[in-house]
């Protein structure tokens, strides 16, 4: 007797949650962020009608931006304060080959490995799709990878699934010219990162480290303020340390928490998926800390951006908003990324980088005794 009248409610309660969640609606609230608070609006003109949001990001990807994105509010909370992701789990370098796979992820489980060769993702060949293909690849359905392993093709599917991705991928001592040199590599800016952080350099620290190498290579950004953090660790100063200026000139800024750094000599390792809070860092290190970089250019993101509702459903736009600036009033890195004082090609290895930060040791330290 009570069937009929939960059947009722689940029917209402669908359509509540259409209507709700209706595309009109999310795309009207789309084109009012953009028109009140959206970095380069002036630029945009009059805005078309969009059928979908595919097609308005898509519309600002023709207008050249490159990081505005619509995502759900939980996986964007998940990975900014937790560092976790939902796809497969794995990295690969310019020629496909798989250069990491993360622990505890889809690809892990699955038996991926480094040195695994990608031929293809879901028949795709093109390494420059593989991302959106397995992005567009539904959870309940494997991302087929066909594989290339000691000379012989391997197929593997790998089910979409959560993993974490640790905001530091290495720590340790190197010797180099008689000098120990502390060494962090560091990922990412999720709220981890800066604890994580602090811990690593502490350690070694108390090991007595003569000097600093902050592998930043394909570390594509984060939290602004676990930038800033990181760099109060390792910088001093007094007044605006930098500052971001949105649509409308609204200034935010950010000053100096110490007035001594770290006070020993930093290397900072950069490449060209060094981005965002990462060129941010790169940025403020050489400015105030007379640090060394090395490497390639950097991507060269110089804006951030800011997360809005779209609808009840948990979609949320992360749209471009504010530019980050120096105190001259110079955006952290130019169009063509942060040149590197260092120049160092993609496939160099850690020990033939060190060179860069010879100069900023005691000359006496590489004087040659008969």
């Known amino acids: 007797m009570n069937l009929p009248i939960f059947l009722l409610l689940i029917l209402l309660q669908l359509a509540y949650s259409q209507e709700t969640c209706s595309r009109e609606e999310t795309l009207q609230r789309l084109r009012e962020y953009i028109q009140r608070y959206y970095l380069w609006k002036e630029k945009l003109g009059p805005l078309p009608t969009w059928q979908d949001e595919s097609e308005a990001i898509q519309f600002l990807r023709q207008k050249g931006d490159k990081w505005t994105t619509i995502t759900n509010i939980e996986e964007d909370r998940s990975w900014y304060s937790e560092g976790k992701l939902v796809g497969i789990g794995i990295r690969w370098d310019d020629k496909g080959q798989v250069v990491r796979v993360f622990r505890g992820s889809p690809a892990e489980k699955a038996g991926i490995r480094p040195g695994d060769i990608i031929y293809s993702i879901n028949g795709e060949r093109d ?10 690849t539904p959870a309940e359905k494997p991302v087929e990878l066909v594989l290339i392993r000691n000379g012989l093709f391997v197929t593997v599917d790998v089910y979409k699934g959560p993993f974490v991705v640790d905001p530091i991928e290495d720590v340790k001592v190197l010797e180099f010219m008689g000098k120990k040199l502390g060494y962090i590599h560091l990922v990412n800016f999720t ?45 001093g100063g007094e007044g605006v340390m930098f500052y971001l200026e949105s649509a409308g000139n609204g200034v935010v800024l950010y000053e100096f928490s110490n007035r001594k750094g770290i006070g020993m000599p930093i290397l900072v390792l950069v490449n060209r998926n060094t981005a965002s809070a990462g060129e941010l860092l790169t940025a403020l290190l050489k400015r105030y800390a007379k640090a060394v ?15 809005y509702p779209l609808n009840s459903c948990g979609k949320v736009v992360r749209l ?34 060190l060179k860069c930060i010879k100069p900023l040791l005691p000359k006496e330290d590489f004087a040659i005794t008969p």
Not at 293 to 307: D, I, L, P, R
């Open 127 to 136: 390494n420059t799709k593989w991302s959106v293909v397995i992005r567009n």
């Open 191 to 235: 709220m981890p990162a800066l604890r994580e952080f602090s811990a690593a350099l502490e350690k070694l620290i108390s090991e007595g480290i003569d000097g600093l190498v902050l592998d930043l290579r394909n570390n594509s950004g984060g939290l602004i303020s676990v930038a800033k953090g990181i760099a109060d660790t390792l910088i």
């Open 293 to 307: 970089v090395a490497g390639e250019n950097t991507f060269g993101k110089y804006v951030g951006s800011n997360v």
């Open 320 to 353: 471009v908003t504010f530019v980050m600036k120096l105190p001259d009033g110079s955006p952290i890195a130019p169009d063509g990324g942060i040149r590197p004082d260092c120049p160092l090609g993609k496939d160099d290895s850690l020990s033939s980088a």
